[in-house]
């Protein structure tokens, strides 16, 4: 029985119930809460090691279609692996140094066109100034002690010790994630079959089977789909700010190219820069609203028309889930934790669609 049969309601309830089946037992449902906060509690403090292990699976998935394909050409698995990793860093740092040196224009012309930005919204600035104020107050509720300087040279000194460990970090991670997508590329199917290998029965064995190359095709094709329009949505913007006037096509499509992986919260950053960018770069105010604006559009079409028009035949999610999943992985990793939202709720309801006890998890994800 399809969903489709199940939404339209000519399925009977009991064939509901029987296809969705809630745990009846509280002790279940208290034991998988705990079962789940544990598991949270876990990538939290451990997130240094499990968010490059996720996020090189995520990237496996990414490339194995282009991995498969290799193989066919009778290229060896360690050397195909090696050649996709090259290629797909390798893009990595030539689009960094392309960008890098409009960047630093960029961040050299920002200390003058602050004030011109205050001076275009001037308008705004006695509401603005009005919250500052609010804010600093409800912040120094209880606040005792002398503050510390924000200029002084420990402060200096400490700002030196957060970008370096920063710094540190994120080399770290790169070099881990990159480790674990080059075994997970090599003998990614190991674990498959050690898996179906262990399960008891033909049935489980055929489930596991199933359901790891649903993950594959859907979450592939989804990743594959993504990068795509994201890089269509690159090159329209970086069209765009050539057009208007705003200049540095390759830096702004590349940041309009990032942005789009994390779905609303990107986006709508993108508006902020591409609006303050357009104040910075163009004299009449008018069409210094123009490069956002089109901005926006170009999103509206990609992300609300064409995008779900393509990955309608694989998968829906809920958007109210979407948006929840968004908040809460920014808040357990930051930006990569953003970017990988969509991909784990896709790959936890294609799990729960096909093991029985999730299958009520499964509808609820549904879009």
């Known amino acids: 029985m399809n969903y489709t049969d199940r939404e339209s309601g000519t399925a009977p309830a009991d064939e509901l119930l029987a296809d969705m089946p809630l745990p009846a037992d509280p002790k279940t449902i208290f034991l998988g809460g705990l079962f789940a906060l544990a598991l949270l509690a876990t990538a939290y403090v451990a997130s240094e090691i499990v968010l490059p292990m996720v996020f090189a699976f995520i990237l496996k998935l990414l490339l194995q279609p282009i991995f498969r394909f290799l193989e066919r050409l009778r290229i060896p698995r360690a050397l195909a692996a090696l050649v996709l990793i090259l290629a797909l860093f390798g893009t990595i740092a030539g689009l960094g140094t392309a960008v890098s040196g409009p960047a630093r224009s960029w961040a050299a012309k920002l200390p003058e066109g602050i004030p011109r930005l205050e001076e275009r919204m001037s308008s705004l600035r006695g509401p603005i100034n009005t919250s500052q104020q609010f804010l600093q107050q409800i912040e120094n509720i209880g606040a005792t002690g002398v503050q510390p300087d924000a200029a002084s040279p420990l402060g200096g000194a400490a700002l030196l010790a957060t970008v370096f460990a920063g710094t540190r970090s994120f080399a770290s991670g790169l070099v881990t994630t990159v480790l674990f997508l080059y075994f997970l590329l090599v003998s990614g199917d190991t674990f498959l079959r050690r898996l179906v290998e262990v399960l008891p029965r033909f049935s489980s064995k055929r489930q596991a089977v199933d ?47 990032l942005l789009n992986y994390a779905p609303i919260l990107g986006p709508a950053v993108g508006v902020v820069v591409f609006l303050f960018a357009g104040l910075s770069s163009i004299d009449t105010l008018w069409q210094a609203l123009v490069p956002a604006a089109l901005y926006l559009a170009i999103h509206i079409v990609e992300g609300e028309t064409v995008t779900p ?5 694989r998968f829906t999610l809920n958007p109210v889930l979407v948006i929840f999943s968004l908040v809460f992985w920014f808040w357990m990793w930051g930006i990569a934790g953003a970017i990988l939202s969509v991909p784990m709720l896709a790959i936890a309801k294609i799990v729960c669609d096909r093991v029985r006890p999730f299958a009520a998890l499964g509808h609820f994800l549904e879009g």
């Open 211 to 257: 359901i790891s190359q649903q993950i594959e095709s859907d979450v592939s094709a989804y990743l594959l789909t993504i990068s795509i329009m994201n890089a269509a949505v690159g090159v329209a913007t970086g069209l765009v700010m050539w057009l208007t006037g705003v200049g540095d096509p390759i830096l702004w499509g590349t940041l309009a190219f």
């Open 309 to 313: 028009l393509l990955l309608a035949r």
